[in-house]
């Protein structure tokens, strides 16, 4: 079984940097390990990635030691999203990062399909990857993997910030990540900083830490000084502050 190290940094008040990945070559997580990233969001939403390449990917963020994550396809037809997480954490991502989820009780269907009993409905298999292919303890595989496995919440709508109060009392939502659509002049950043301060600071008074896409060093730069934010992810370009 493997360590969680960006859960267990953003436990410690450190905060953490990753990026998308749209690509399916296992060189990836490499590059961005060697780069000095903590973790990748492997965007399965928006990018066709098979069985095999999954595993592969998964395969060398472990040996690399970066911390994947996987964004999976949608979160409109449940009966799909219950396994995709399963079959995603069953290969060892860390954790899930799920789109659109809008309302409390989406919240908890995300939570429990995560989860293992009793604290979810997670389905188990003790021969999968992710268990060390049956050789670990099983007990001792459950109660690890709802401990450490990433919850990650994406809160992309107006209907989800009109929930957010509600959707923050969800026991097991480890970060609420914000959708750029939420911020449509995000790129000339001052008009939109007094919302994107609020939605943080209500986020945080929640306890659920915080999560943001930056697409340039102007804006990556201006949020790091100004808001704590735990856990940031940079899109199209790399940055230094």
């Not at 309302?103 to 009793?118: C, D, G, H, I, M």
């Not at 401990?147 to 209907?159: D, L, P």
């Not at 999560?211 to 899109?235: K, M």
Request: with cysteine; proline share 5%; aromatic share 8%.
């Amino acid at each position: 079984m493997r360590k969680n190290m960006l859960k267990e940094k953003i436990r410690n008040g450190e905060s953490a940097i990753g990026t998308f990945v749209k690509l399916t070559d296992p060189a990836v997580p490499e590059l961005l390990a060697l780069a000095g990233f903590d973790f990748f969001v492997l965007d399965t939403e928006h990018v066709a990635v098979d069985r095999e390449q999954l595993t592969n990917i998964v395969r060398a963020a472990d040996a690399a030691g970066i911390t994947p994550i996987v964004r999976v396809r949608e979160n409109q037809q449940v009966e799909i999203l219950q396994v995709e997480i399963l079959q995603n954490l069953d290969l060892g991502y860390a954790g899930v990062q799920v789109p659109n989820v809008d309302t409390p009780e989406q919240a908890r269907n995300l939570v429990s399909y995560v989860k293992y009993t009793p604290l979810g409905v997670r389905g188990l298999s003790p021969s999968v990857r992710a268990c060390d292919y049956g050789t670990c303890g099983v007990q001792e595989y459950i109660d690890t993997a709802n401990a450490n496995t990433m919850i990650v919440s994406h809160c992309e709508s107006k209907t989800c910030v009109e929930n957010l109060d509600e959707v923050l009392k969800v026991d097991g939502i480890d970060v609420i990540f914000i959708g750029l659509a939420l911020f449509p002049d995000i790129e000339f950043y001052k008009p939109a900083y007094p919302s994107i301060k609020s939605f943080h600071d209500g986020v945080s008074l929640g306890g659920v830490f915080a999560a943001i896409l930056d697409r340039n060093q102007s804006i990556v730069c201006h949020v790091f000084e100004r808001l704590p934010w735990t856990v940031s992810c940079l899109g199209q370009r790399l940055v230094q502050c």
